[in-house]
């Protein structure tokens, strides 16, 4: 059984592109939420879609906005860029029918923005 | 609002020394919390979870963690600390409620060196 997993591992861009990560769910899991991983910092909640609708969202600006397909994988976009914008993005998979249920975490894409 | 605190975003020990790792939440509501590990360039990989059961928690690897809500503390704690144990752990929070879509409050993490 695969885990979550996401692509592509690594990426830099410059300063006012656009990038798109992609994740896919745990099998089995219906709800995916993101999170961006700053160096030395704890992950922070960027947004959480479930039956492709944004559910929840933490405190980032609209140029992070996402995307959740009928098969539950999910995208995150992130329109011009800041350098601040450089960091870990975590994508996490869960079950929303089990309250108790456990976020299954997939391995990142490393973003850097030059 | 949620968040936690761990003390000390550097701990050492020796191998085959007690390993305690500290948390403090701080919530409105009964919380759930866990306890996960990230090693260099992975993802996070969940050690453990309190989710209002039993309030002493085992986990994998020999991790464990008591839920004391009088102190409004979760520490994590292994009897005997190994080499492969070094690593990043970051205490969580998440509110209860309905779904296993809650989102998670992360501390900033502390850093496990384990020495010979």
């Known amino acids: 059984d695969a885990g979550v997993t996401q692509s592509p591992t690594h990426l830099i861009k410059t300063r006012g592109q656009q990038v798109t990560l992609r994740c896919s769910p745990k099998s089995g899991h219906d709800t995916v939420s993101w999170y961006q991983q700053a160096l030395g910092q704890g992950p922070q909640f960027i947004f959480q879609?479930?039956?492709?609708?944004?559910?929840q969202r933490g405190n980032f600006p609209d140029r992070f906005s996402g995307h959740q397909f009928p098969n539950y994988s999910s995208e995150l976009n992130v329109n011009a860029l800041l350098l601040g914008d450089s960091a870990l993005y975590l994508c996490a998979s869960t079950r929303d029918r089990i309250s108790t249920d456990t976020q299954y975490f997939g391995p990142g894409t490393r973003l850097t923005v030059l | 609002a949620q968040s936690v605190t761990q003390l000390g975003s550097h701990v050492s020990v020796s191998e085959g020394a007690l390993v305690l790792l500290r948390c403090n939440y701080s919530s409105s509501v009964p919380p759930y919390l866990f306890w996960y590990v990230q090693y260099p360039n992975q993802g996070l990989q969940l050690l453990l979870k309190?989710?209002?059961?039993?309030?002493l928690v085992k986990g994998i690897n020999g991790f464990e963690a008591e839920f004391k809500k009088s102190e409004t503390s979760f520490h994590l704690t292994k009897p005997s600390a190994h080499m492969s144990d070094a690593a990043e752990y970051f205490c969580?929070?998440?509110?209860?409620?309905?779904?296993?879509?809650?989102?998670?409050?992360f501390g900033t993490g502390t850093q496990l060196k384990v020495e010979l």
């Open positions: 879609y479930y039956e492709e609708e944004e559910r």
């Open positions: 309190y989710t209002s059961a039993a309030t």
């Open positions: 969580a929070v998440s509110p209860q409620g309905a779904g296993g879509g809650n989102k998670l409050t």
